[in-house]
């Protein structure tokens, strides 16, 4: 297979859902209600867990940082997040969580060789991740690496998923699209449905006046479908997203890349099949994509 940037998006697809569990599983939800976090809705937890490596970072900067979510819905939970717990804290909660997950998932194959040799490989993925410009890829890999396989796969993965939306958030930047016109230009190409984006806390007004910008520049309809200049921003914006991604994936090379594809297969098919990934989600995550090479 050519070796070109669209593997990025490939493996993607592939690591994903493998580190994604983590904000679905009852493991993580049980953690956070043990920090004091309310567990009614999963937002209150999800902006301390990802917020985390950050350090008790404002209500500003994480909103710079996670870019689509409303700044009205982060200051509901930052900085609170860290009068109930500290970084530190939540960090090492979400580590628990994440052995325990991962041990509940796997069982005895936890410990076994093809998943430390998993780990290895992302985590060499991950060690050719250029952090420069990207903060929440930097953050996560200036934490230590964990000594289990199954966590330094984990890790090694979110490193590598917070270095692509780093990368995504240039590109839409680039693109002239500000955090509303991003969720609303992604719904016009149907990637999910507009009520799926919701939870990123824009009001109905806030995403009528997007949706009315995007059409003045000719990329969606009144309607908020996409146009064909629509369509052929949405494709520039991944491809781009996919060129700032690429670099691990080319590091790493074909062989390895091949190997890890092989060896994470059965986890993802583990992941999917506990039913706990939402079939609609704002990442286009979820499916089995041909294995990249």
């Known amino acids: 297979m050519t070796d070109d940037p669209g593997i990025a998006r490939q493996m993607w697809h592939q690591l994903e859902p493998l580190h994604a569990l983590f904000w679905y599983a009852p493991e993580a ?9 309310k567990v009614d809705t999963r937002w209150p937890s999800y902006f301390a867990w990802r917020a985390a490596p950050l350090g008790a970072a404002p209500a500003e900067l994480v909103s710079a940082a996670f870019y689509s979510f409303s700044p009205r819905m982060v200051a509901e939970h930052v900085p609170s997040a860290w009068t109930i717990a500290a970084p530190e804290r939540v960090l090492e909660a979400r580590t628990r ?20 040799e998993a780990a290895e490989l992302a985590r060499s993925a991950a060690a050719s991740a250029n952090t420069a410009g990207r903060p929440i890829a930097a953050a996560n890999a200036a934490l230590p690496w964990p000594d289990e396989p199954h966590l330094a796969l984990w890790h090694a993965i979110g490193i590598l998923r917070e270095h692509r939306g780093d990368g995504h958030v240039a590109a839409l930047l680039t693109a002239g699209l500000d955090p509303t016109e991003a969720l609303v230009s992604f719904a016009a190409v149907g990637a999910a449905p507009v009520e799926t984006f919701g939870s990123r806390g824009w009001t109905d007004a806030e995403w009528t006046a997007a949706r009315d910008r995007l059409a003045s520049r000719g990329l969606v309809t009144a309607e908020g479908t996409a146009t064909g200049k629509g369509h052929e921003l949405r494709d520039s914006i991944e491809r781009t997203t996919d060129d700032l991604a690429y670099e691990p994936w080319r590091a790493l090379g074909p062989q ?28 286009g995550i979820g499916k089995i994509q041909p294995p990249p090479r």
């Open 97 to 116: 969580a994440v052995d325990r997950m991962y041990r509940a998932l796997l069982g005895d194959d936890v410990a076994s060789p093809e998943l430390a």
């Open 256 to 283: 390895k890349r091949g190997r890890l594809t092989d060896l994470t297969m059965p986890i993802l098919i583990k992941v999917l099949e506990t039913g706990l990934m939402p079939a609609g989600n704002t990442l």
């Open 29 to 37: 939800v049980t953690e956070a209600g043990d920090l004091g976090y």
